[in-house]
């Protein structure tokens, strides 16, 4: 790693309520992430990948510990300004693509700008850039019933970068993907990575893991290998 | 783009919208008919008191007008005291009699009203001209039962004697003219004569009485102090206000406007559920997007407002339709109630009223707003994180 931590959680637990018994999702983990990393989340189903996520992100806060972004101790803040540091800060990725329905591909790019403020001609250039970006310019008006899985992801990936964020967050990417349309999104992560984003992927899929230049390993709630893997050419 | 996704969301499941919409809109229509049956009658008694400025009536004392055949004596001195009167413009004696119209195979009945022609608010003249000494206009009911025509002449009788099995206070008139009785039902067989004729025509027992004046006051000032200046005057006289008339009516009428109101209670309520189960199934559809749209940084206000706008466009689109099917079935209502005998053909049950319609529909609208504030608030209170482990779960 070099520079300073992008992402930086410091001893974070995370707990459930579950039947009156708490559920200890994440259990005292410590990590930094710098600018420009790609990492890799991997463990079996269970072992708190998507709630370390969930705390990187600012969308669920740690019972006990801290998470700061960018600087930004995002654990402390109020839900209104996670909600806002969310929007113009970070980019979701879900394995369920979650787009809008009603919504064509262009308009779910230009949901989170819309919600940002952002003048109406200057999301809808943004937003055919980022279908240009992602391959998908010919589908702009098509709404997601007429897209394939994998092109329903790439306009997810596109809506997520829409605000331009500081880092991207994927959960299962390629989770309901065949293997080639999973190798698409594969190689659109790599070469986000490759224009400067930092990533953090949660996943089950040795190849998306592959892609990444660190993989932390995590067992019920904990961290319990976290490894660079060899920059490739 | 709130305003484009709530639209969105509405569409996306158009039958079940629509449905919606008509429930809102029976709801609405409904609701719109009880504010006017519950002010139209009122309000359709005032105005038929209230035409050609007539605002007191003065009858035999402790009768209302017309409700009794005794008869107010003395009229033409009683005519003047009232005639001075501060506030009085005009005094029009009104004498009622039942008349005959002999001739034919057996006599029409008919209801006659002695009417002073220069001042008088008890017809319309349609066709002809009006009463003279020996000359009669006459209701389209009576013209058909005794198949005269204008210019016709017409055998009347006043009385009928059992003993002598003669006809009494006979007299040949002919008829001048074709009228409307404004307070008599389109059926009713009626005729108007001049007062002295029927006065006449009565004998004795009618000679200088009336059964009861109308009196104009001045336009736009409270006629309340003639009236009791009137009942001062003459002892043996009540004088009603147009208003106290219409309390009259309202008091024997309560229960048309509590069911009214009540039915109209229950059109808001059923329209308030109808739109928060809509609003909530739509919501609990789309828990999963959401959280989504929640997750990549959309506020709460916008999910609210987003939601919110589903409902008040449910509610508008409903009342919209509700205002157009509360009108037609108004209508229809009122041709069947309006259809009930004896009733003056003015009489309206259900009478719009833009005020009042629009309050009506302005409530269920704001009501459809307070229904789409709870899904609006269970769907902004969602926990991110758990709901998109249930859905991923899910």
Same mark, same amino acid.
């Given at each position: 790693m070099s520079g300073q931590p992008l992402l930086l959680v410091r001893d974070a637990h995370r707990d459930y309520p579950h039947s009156g018994e708490p559920v200890h999702?994440?259990?005292g983990v410590s990590l930094d992430v710098a600018q420009g990393e790609y990492v890799a989340i991997v463990g079996?189903?269970?072992?708190g990948k998507s709630t370390l996520l969930n705390l990187l992100g600012a969308i669920d806060r740690p019972t006990t510990g801290g998470v700061t972004i960018a600087g930004t101790a995002?654990? %402390?803040?109020?839900d209104k300004a996670a909600t806002r540091f969310r929007l113009t800060n970070i980019g979701f990725v879900f394995?369920?693509?979650?787009?809008?329905?009603?919504?064509t591909a262009q308009e779910n790019i230009e949901l989170p700008m819309a919600e940002a403020r952002v003048p109406l001609a200057e999301r809808r250039d943004r937003a055919r850039e980022l279908l240009g970006y992602v391959g998908l310019t010919a589908r702009a008006d098509h709404r997601p019933a007429e897209l394939s899985g994998g092109e329903q992801q790439r306009v997810a990936i596109a809506r997520a970068l829409a605000n331009r964020p500081i880092v991207l967050l994927a959960d299962?990417? %390629?989770?309901?993907?065949d293997a080639r349309t999973g190798g698409d999104v594969i190689a659109l992560f790599d070469r986000l990575n490759r224009d400067g984003m930092t990533l953090v992927v949660v996943t089950h899929d040795e190849k998306l893991a592959g892609a990444a230049r660190r993989v932390i390993h995590m067992l019920d709630g904990r961290v319990i290998r976290d490894e660079p893997l060899l920059r490739r050419a | 783009m709130r305003f484009q996704l709530a639209a969105l969301s509405l569409r996306r499941h158009a039958s079940r919208t629509l449905l919606a919409v008509l429930g809102v809109a029976v709801s609405a229509a409904m609701l719109l008919d009880m504010v006017m049956l519950a002010t139209g009658m009122r309000q359709s008694f005032a105005s038929l008191l209230g035409r050609n400025g007539f605002t007191i009536r003065v009858s035999?004392?402790?009768?209302?007008?017309?409700?009794?055949?005794a008869t107010i004596g003395q009229a033409r001195d009683a005519t003047v005291a009232i005639e001075r009167?501060?506030?009085?413009?005009a005094v029009a004696p009104v004498l009622g009699t039942t008349i005959h119209v002999l001739g034919g195979r057996n006599p029409v009945t008919a209801f006659a009203l002695g009417v002073d022609p220069a001042v008088q608010g008890d017809y319309q003249l349609l066709d002809g001209r009006g009463p003279t000494s020996n000359a009669l206009v006459a209701s389209d009911a009576l013209l058909r039962a005794t198949g005269a025509r204008i210019g016709d002449t017409l055998d009347v009788a006043?009385?009928?004697?059992p003993q002598l099995r003669t006809y009494t206070g006979r007299r040949r008139v002919v008829v001048s003219g074709r009228a409307r009785f404004?307070?008599?039902?389109?059926?009713d067989r009626a005729a108007a004569l001049q007062l002295a004729s029927v006065q006449a025509m009565g004998g004795a027992d009618r000679t200088?009485?009336?059964?009861l004046f109308m009196v104009r006051t001045v336009?736009?000032?409270?006629?309340e102090a003639a009236r009791v200046a009137i009942e001062r005057a003459l002892p043996r006289v009540t004088a009603l206000s147009t208003a106290g008339a219409v309390a009259e009516a309202e008091h024997r009428l309560s229960y048309f406007r509590q069911l009214a109101f009540i039915l109209g209670a229950v059109s808001l309520i059923v329209g308030f559920l109808l739109v928060t189960t809509i609003v909530t199934v739509s919501v609990n559809e789309r828990i999963g997007e959401i959280a989504i749209m929640r997750a990549i940084g959309v506020s709460r206000s916008h999910v609210v407002h987003q939601i919110v706008i589903e409902g008040i466009g449910l509610s508008l689109a409903g009342a919209a339709a509700g205002l157009i099917l509360g009108l037609f079935t108004a209508r229809w209502l009122n041709s069947i109630l309006r259809?009930?005998?004896?009733?003056?053909?003015?009489?309206?049950f259900f009478l719009f009223q833009p005020d009042s319609a629009f309050r009506a529909l302005a409530l269920l609208v704001v009501s459809g707003i307070a229904a789409g504030i709870y899904p609006a608030w269970r769907a902004a209170s969602l926990p991110i994180s758990a709901t998109l482990r249930e859905e991923a779960v899910g």
């Open positions: 999702a994440v259990r079996p189903s269970g072992c995002v654990s %402390t803040l109020t394995q369920r693509f979650y787009l809008l329905p009603v919504l299962e990417p %390629t989770g309901e993907l | 035999p004392r402790g009768t209302l007008p017309f409700d009794t055949e009167i501060a506030g009085v413009t006043v009385g009928f004697d404004t307070y008599l039902s389109a059926d200088d009485r009336v059964s336009p736009n000032v409270d006629p259809g009930f005998p004896g009733l003056p053909d003015a009489i309206d």
